[in-house]
């Protein structure tokens, strides 16, 4: 009965210390459901042989779920559908190139903006400077008063009395080489010695009588508003010629226009239309093909034969038009070519051939002028040199030039749409002057200025324009 007791006793001491040693676990299990756990210490083992409890299972558990979760966020195949990852990628790389490239657009905005600011700076004190020298500048002494004359009108343009003073005033301007504003031309100011400055006179010339038919020869006056006639069809139009014949012959009328475009390596089209109507239309009625290559835009007509430079060299050609052959051709003694002597403009007008009352002209250059303007009057049939004149102005400092009445007048700038007319020399007195004409240079590129004596206007090819000027010119003086 003791023993049986002992017995008893000793189990509700086991049980009870085993009781004081139990343990209740809650988690989650792999699908995420709770799970709850109790355990009771072995009485005979003092710990459990497995590698893990309950804490270790919901922690794999939670590790588990936050891994999904972490797929999930950074678009991995695990717990997303299959694909999506990549084009989240590709979405982000897209959105990157974009912000990059807004980024670079940005940056080159900002540099273009830059770069003008600072040029517009550069012109900001390049004006202040030139301001500062124009107030560091005396005066100029104050013109004498001279007596008013008539005003004289002409095409809408109107000298003022006293007109000589202020034309004077205008000469005296500041000039610089290339300022197409110019009005005076830059060798008068810049001029080595072998060229004489030139004192800027400008006469009032006595203006023919409303009665009296303006046919004679006097110096020019003044020159119309440009009409324009034409534009060219392609580049190959922005230079060129364009003529009437003043004694035209057969199978051609007086009123045959002719045109040729100057650009290309192979210049050799003559286009000629019946009349200034049907040029105005575009519609030519002859297309000839010349035997020798056209350089540049000093062409000629005159008694039914065209007068040119060939290409590449000195020589002038005469070309029949009713033949269709070449009647003479000779080379213009020492003459520069293909760019040694040409006007401003350039497009290798080293030789100008021109004609008026008096015939054929040709205006060039030799070494020996050193670039000074030769004028040589040639015979019309062999191209001889009869006389020629040596002037002291030079070839390169002048956009262009033509001649009327024997008289040469240079143009001085080929792109200011407001130039002039700045100098003048006479064959017949061997005299030379500056004067100031008011010229337009409508569509800012002259490259061709010729008298056509046939309509006595001047003819002009104003980048791919083809225009012409009314011309006023003064009573002839007795001698």
């Keep these: 009965m003791f023993l049986l007791l002992l017995l008893c006793t ?8 085993a009781q004081e040693r ?40 939670r590790l588990s779920l936050l891994e999904v979760l972490v797929s999930r966020l950074a678009g991995g195949d695990t717990g997303s559908p299959p694909g999506a990852g990549g084009r989240a990628q590709s979405e982000l790389q897209e959105a990157l190139n974009r912000a990059m490239g807004e980024r670079n657009m940005l940056q080159g905005e900002k540099e273009r903006l830059e770069q003008q600011l600072e040029g517009l700076q550069r012109r900001m004190e390049e004006m202040r400077r030139e301001t500062e020298k124009l107030r560091s500048r005396p005066c ?71 009665s009296v038919d303006n046919k004679g020869c006097g110096e020019l006056v003044s020159v119309g508003e440009p009409v324009d006639h034409r534009r060219a069809d392609s580049i190959e139009g922005k230079y060129g010629v364009w003529m009437q014949d003043p004694e035209a012959v057969s199978p051609y009328g007086p009123n045959m226009v002719w045109r040729i475009d100057t650009i290309g390596s192979d210049v050799r089209k003559m286009f000629g239309y019946d ?101 040589a009057q040639l015979d019309a049939n062999s191209l001889e040199v009869k006389k020629s004149w040596e002037t002291k102005i030079r070839k390169n ?18 792109t200011a749409p407001d130039t002039i007319i700045n100098y003048v020399y006479d064959t017949e007195t061997s005299q ?20 056509n004596l046939a309509q006595r206007k001047l003819f002009a090819w104003d980048n791919f324009h083809m225009v012409s000027y009314d011309l006023r010119l003064g009573r002839q003086q007795a001698n």
């Design 275 to 375: 009349d200034m109507e049907q040029l105005s239309k575009g519609f030519p009625s002859k297309v000839l093909v010349l035997p020798e290559q056209v350089e540049s835009t000093g062409a000629a007509l005159y008694r039914g034969s065209l007068y040119y430079q060939r290409r590449l060299s000195r020589t002038i050609i005469r070309f029949d038009l009713a033949s269709e052959s070449i009647a003479a051709r000779r080379e213009l003694p020492h003459a520069g070519f293909h760019g040694q002597f040409p006007y401003s403009w350039g497009g290798y007008t080293d030789i100008d051939l021109s004609v008026d009352e008096q015939g054929l002209w040709a205006v060039y250059s030799t070494n020996k002028a050193k670039g000074a303007i030769i004028i």
């Design 432 to 451: 030379e002057k500056a004067i100031a004409i008011p010229f337009r240079n409508k569509h800012r590129y002259n490259s061709m200025i010729d008298y």
């Design 22 to 61: 139990g343990t209740l676990w809650r988690g989650n299990d792999r699908s995420g459901r709770c799970q709850y756990t109790f355990s009771v210490a072995s009485p005979v083992e003092a710990s459990c042989p497995q590698a893990g409890g309950p804490e270790v299972e919901s922690l794999k558990a």
């Design 140 to 210: 100029p002494p104050q013109a004498p008063m001279v007596p008013p004359s008539p005003p004289l009108q002409d095409s809408g343009l109107m000298r003022p009395a006293g007109g000589s003073r202020q034309m004077s005033h205008l000469m005296t301007r500041p000039n610089r080489q290339g300022d197409s504003s110019s009005l005076r031309d830059p060798a008068w100011q810049h001029g080595s010695p072998g060229f004489q400055e030139l004192k800027a006179e400008v006469t009032e010339v006595p203006a023919p009588d409303a």
């Design 10 to 17: 000793c189990g509700l001491l086991l049980r009870g210390d």
């Design 397 to 414: 400092s002048v956009a262009n030039s033509f001649i009327i009445c024997g008289k040469l007048y240079t143009v001085a700038s080929y």
